[in-house]
């Protein structure tokens, strides 16, 4: 249900990305004479911002299968204390980053339309824009994935 309900949310907010953009575009759609307005820029400003978050949802619903993966390709075929222990310290470390770097791009008045323009800041590095948003992204991931593993061992208690 939960799956469903995040790939619903996801198809809606592509979609609303894909209307509100073609409305905007003043160059490609030139020939339509369309003229999106303040409204559908609005629109699609919180349709981006929700599919960021959905799109890290969706991720780490299947976050899981791309540890596998992962360790497959490394060939890691049993456990070790210390390599858990080293990543637990670095999830911790970098969970602390990645909660101030949402709270500082103030991700959640976005993503309640607080905010009706985002503009780029040209004082801002590039780098740090983008290590922000994997980090914001990386919070979304792990939230979801601990979340789902959670919501599958009650499921397990149940039966």
């Known amino acids: 249900m939960f799956h469903s309900a995040v790939n619903l949310l996801l198809l809606i907010t592509m979609l609303a990305l894909l209307i509100n953009g073609v409305t905007l575009s003043r160059t490609v759609f030139a020939f339509m004479d ?26 780490g619903m299947h976050w899981g299968f791309i540890i596998d993966a992962v360790r497959k390709m490394a060939k890691i075929t049993s456990a070790s204390r210390n390599r858990t222990f080293t990543l637990q310290i670095m999830a911790v470390l970098l969970a602390i980053y990645e909660v101030y770097a949402f709270f500082s791009r103030e991700i959640g008045a976005k993503l309640i339309l607080y905010y009706t323009f ?30 789902v593993k959670l919501m599958q061992r009650s499921s397990v208690r149940k039966i």
């Open 118 to 147: 985002d503009f780029w800041n040209y004082d801002q590095s590039l780098v740090i824009f983008f290590v922000d948003y994997l980090a914001i992204m990386g919070l979304c991931v792990c939230v979801t994935y601990y979340t």
């Open 34 to 59: 369309l003229n999106g307005g303040l409204s559908a820029r609005k629109l699609h400003m919180l349709s981006v911002y929700w599919g960021f978050i959905l799109t890290s949802v969706h991720l």
